[in-house]
């Protein structure tokens, strides 16, 4: 053996070591700063869940910013880590949508419409309103109009709620007579850009309520606005809909409120989520959704192990049938493909979809693949005479071309496969493109350096003239 293959081999079985201790199973995960850093993470199709497909709700021709779409698939993000979604995915899908994973969740209704509600907090000047127009203005599904003109909101349509006993105008206002008003807009005095923290907490009676803190410009403008509307109403609006129109009892001088109402644990969970993460810049709505349950999904995890293991298995008889001694230092070589391959897997970390199993099996081919390139040439060079030790470099030489063309060629396939699989949101697609592009690589890294590794140290002290059987070689030849 030459005198860098020892170094080699030390660091092979090095790696060899680290892989194993990442892919163990009672290795939980490694925090660091408060962040698991090795975790094996399973799509929705593995353990159940949701999928949706989110889409700006804009009038038909109107163009979506690319930019507030790639602020809105942030937020919502923001939003489903709120929600304590472990490995979601929230993806942006082409030009005017958002694809959005949830794994293990349970109530999909609540988890999307937390998602898709745009979030917009508003503090409105209603202090010129009487308690009847207050009160008609807080009805279920009313919509106001404000002069607020961020973003896209003021392109909502008003709702108008009609009652037997008190008509409504079309922004919710019902005159003492029955009579219609013409429609109103109201001022904002501020919006939830200004908070600067939210919290659910419990009420004396054992209610909840959410509580909010304001920067300091915030905490200004509430200070100046309630100090001079001492015993007028306040409301506190969420995208549109009055949500409490509460009287200011005192000055509010330290930038503190609450937001109350009847509010279970969930509701104000789901309203704290909303307000923390900010307001989204475009509205957007659920295109299409659909749910996985978790048998199903424990289910095809359960039969796609199955699989993998006896794929490794097939295969790894074949080499060592076929190829004999050479073919059991392959399998060797792919054993070590396998713990690589699973601990990047296990490090990025790369969500293990159905398709991204099947990528990963189908690797496990392309990993062959370079061996038996390697082997032939081999056998080639035995038969025309060379040493083993000849054989073995001047095989791997003449097969690198090929197996370097090969692997890249599926490279660039992995390639457009992910992108498309990303711009169009198809997820299933892109894990599949991504775990067979990164078993590509590892393949390569074990047929460059572990593969020809293991055969120097193997075979190099191996008289091939009185062993020929152990190389699938013919005597005669």
């Not at 109009?145 to 009652?163: A, C, I, L």
């Not at 289910?299 to 060592?320: E, F, H, P, Q, T």
């Not at 040439?377 to 005479?385: D, F, Q, Y």
């Not at 697609?429 to 590892?442: E, K, N, R």
Request: aromatic residues 8%.
């Amino acid at each position: 053996m030459s005198k860098r293959f020892p170094w080699l081999l030390v660091s092979i079985i090095v790696l060899i070591i680290i892989t194993i201790w990442i892919v163990w199973p009672t290795t939980q995960g490694v925090q660091v700063g408060g962040k698991k850093i090795i975790q094996t993470k399973l799509g929705l199709d593995l353990v159940g869940g949701v999928q949706a497909l989110l889409e700006a709700d804009l009038p038909s021709g109107t163009p979506v910013d690319p930019a507030a779409l790639s602020t809105a698939r942030q937020i919502v993000e923001n939003r489903v880590n709120g929600l304590g979604v472990n490995d979601a995915v929230v993806q942006q899908a082409g030009g005017n949508r958002i694809l959005v994973e949830l794994p293990g969740e349970t109530d999909p209704a609540k988890a999307l419409a937390a998602l898709q509600q745009t979030g917009l907090l508003e503090f409105v000047d209603f202090t010129k309103l009487t308690a009847q127009e207050i009160a008609a203005l807080q009805l279920p599904n009313t919509v106001i109009k404000t002069d607020f003109v961020g973003g896209t909101t003021t392109s909502t349509s008003p709702t108008p709620t009609t009652s037997a006993t008190s008509p409504v105008t079309s922004t919710g206002v019902t005159s003492p007579t029955g009579v219609t008003k013409p429609e109103q807009i109201y001022h904002t005095v501020m919006t939830g850009a200004q908070l600067s923290s939210v919290a659910v907490q419990t009420t004396a009676t054992g209610g909840y309520e959410v509580a909010f803190v304001l920067k300091p410009d915030g905490a200004q403008t509430f200070k100046d606005f309630t100090t001079a509307n001492v015993g007028k109403t306040l409301a506190i609006v969420l995208d549109k809909k009055v949500i409490s129109a509460p009287n200011i009892q005192n000055p509010i001088t330290e930038g503190k409120g609450v937001i109350t109402g009847n509010y279970t644990i969930d509701s104000a969970n789901a309203l704290a989520i909303q307000l923390k993460y900010g307001s989204l810049p475009i509205p957007l709505r659920v295109a299409s959704s659909q749910t996985v349950g978790p048998t199903l999904g424990q289910d095809s995890l359960r039969r796609s192990l199955i699989a993998g293991v006896i794929g490794m298995i097939v295969v790894m008889l074949y080499m060592a049938l076929y190829y004999r001694l050479p073919g059991i230092v392959a399998d060797l070589a792919l054993i070590v493909y396998a713990l690589i391959a699973f601990s990047i897997f296990k490090l990025i970390p790369i969500t293990l979809t159905l398709p991204g199993i099947a990528g990963f099996v189908l690797s496990v081919g392309v990993a062959v693949d370079a061996n038996v390139l390697i082997f032939e040439r081999m056998k080639e060079e035995l038969r025309a005479g060379r040493t083993l030790r000849q054989a073995v470099d001047l095989g791997w030489g003449r097969a690198w071309p090929s197996i370097r063309d090969s692997n890249f060629s599926t490279l660039i396939t992995c390639f457009i496969l992910g992108y498309f699989g990303k711009q169009f949101g198809a997820s299933i697609v892109l894990g599949f493109a991504l775990t067979l592009g990164i078993g590509v690589l590892v393949s390569m890294f074990t047929a460059i350096i572990v593969t020809r590794t293991f055969l120097h140290l193997v075979l190099d002290n191996i008289e091939f003239s009185e062993h020929h059987v152990w190389f699938g070689v013919a005597r005669s030849l």
